[in-house]
């Protein structure tokens, strides 16, 4: 009766945690504006980042260098996504108010990753100002 | 491989709050570390020496995780110093945690006192699971009082979360081997090195990443009901 009991707590207060700490990660990203240079190359340029954008930002953001700081927040970002991705799915016939709220959080995740590819771009093209002038 | 991600990552904290010099604001956690360094490499002379299916692994994982719960208290302590800083209320804090560290400390002897004829795998579950509980509510009644001040510094909000992620995670993985003991081999198992390893990757991340005076509204990572 106690495990049943400290086990349901536990898990509540896991899944109260998980999404506090995640939603402290993306917060982080909330505030930034994203650059010309990032909507054109994602086309994004009139509207805003939609929530299934994720995977495909991801996947620009693999073809830039890495920065080898934003790793594991992209990773721990990414965790959340799957997860959001998998309860909007199972929520959407029974919970349609619930589904809105994930996909706004989904949203948010794909807009962290714009942010982390426009961060990727700008190194990059330090990256590449840097070797030009190495040269010369 | 997790037992040396998990180290890497302690050392990683330790090494990078003292080039920070703030090895004696968060001296807590950086005695925490230390300590579970060495018992990490106890661990590893226990299973190279006596295997990992032997009594003396066991006894030493067991005690000695009991041990570092109670210096992650002191760490919990600190939180909540740096939470009511600004009330004055660091002594009443200081006591009150004490109280609770001899009271976890003196309830855990007589239990194992009154158990020692019959000290089984069972028992120890049970001692953890109630041991991580006390941290899981520790933490989340940081946490509330993290809302309840408007608490804005990301750096101890982070720090907190993760903590809470930790403790919740490891009192459920030892509720449910505690009904379900099946289920220990295949999934529970894992579920306390992995954290093993969270913890402290998390908090290396938040002390290299998170500035100092980076602020953040916690009301807005609450989910609410609409």
Not at chain 1, 1 to 20: G, N, T, Y
């Amino acid at each position: 009766m106690i495990a049943a009991l400290i086990c349901v707590i536990s898990v509540a207060a896991f899944l109260q945690f998980f999404v506090s700490y995640c939603r402290s990660i993306l917060a982080s990203s909330k505030n930034i504006a994203l650059s010309d240079r990032v909507r054109e190359v994602t086309g994004i340029a009139n509207q805003e980042v939609g929530a299934d954008d994720f995977n495909r930002l991801l996947q620009l953001l693999r073809l830039c260098p890495e920065r080898g700081d934003d790793q594991s927040e992209i990773r721990a970002v990414g965790t959340y996504y799957s997860l959001l991705a998998v309860l909007h799915r199972v929520s959407r016939p029974v919970a349609p108010r619930f589904a809105v709220w994930l996909e706004q959080e989904r949203q948010s995740c794909s807009y962290f990753a714009a942010v982390a590819l426009d961060r990727r771009i700008s190194y990059s093209r330090d990256l590449f100002t840097q070797q030009i002038s190495d040269r010369l | 491989m997790v037992w040396i991600l998990g180290f890497l990552a302690e050392v990683a904290v330790v090494v990078y709050l003292i080039s920070r010099r703030q090895i004696f604001r968060y001296y807590p956690i950086v005695f925490y570390f230390v300590c579970d360094a060495f018992v990490t490499c106890g661990l590893y002379y226990c299973v190279r020496h006596f295997g990992f299916q032997s009594a003396t692994y066991s006894y030493f994982y067991y005690y000695t995780d009991s041990v570092l719960n109670v210096l992650m208290f002191c760490v919990i302590t600190k939180f909540y110093q740096e939470t009511f800083a600004e009330m004055g209320v660091g002594r009443h804090i200081r006591a009150a945690a004490v109280t609770l560290i001899v009271l976890t400390g003196v309830f855990s002897y007589a239990v194992v006192h009154q158990n020692r004829t019959h000290l089984t795998t069972h028992f120890v579950v049970e001692l953890s699971q109630n041991v991580y509980f006390v941290g899981v509510v520790l933490t989340y009644l940081l946490w509330g009082a993290i809302l309840k001040l408007h608490e804005t510094r990301t750096r101890l909000i982070q720090l907190v979360l993760a903590l809470g992620i930790y403790f919740s995670a490891d009192a459920g993985s030892y509720a449910l081997r505690n009904l379900f003991p099946g289920l220990e081999a295949n999934v529970l198992r894992w579920i306390p090195p992995m954290m093993g390893v969270w913890l402290p990757v998390a908090w290396a991340y938040t002390f290299a990443h998170v500035q100092e005076d980076a602020r953040l509204e916690p009301a807005r990572l609450m989910v609410r009901a609409r």
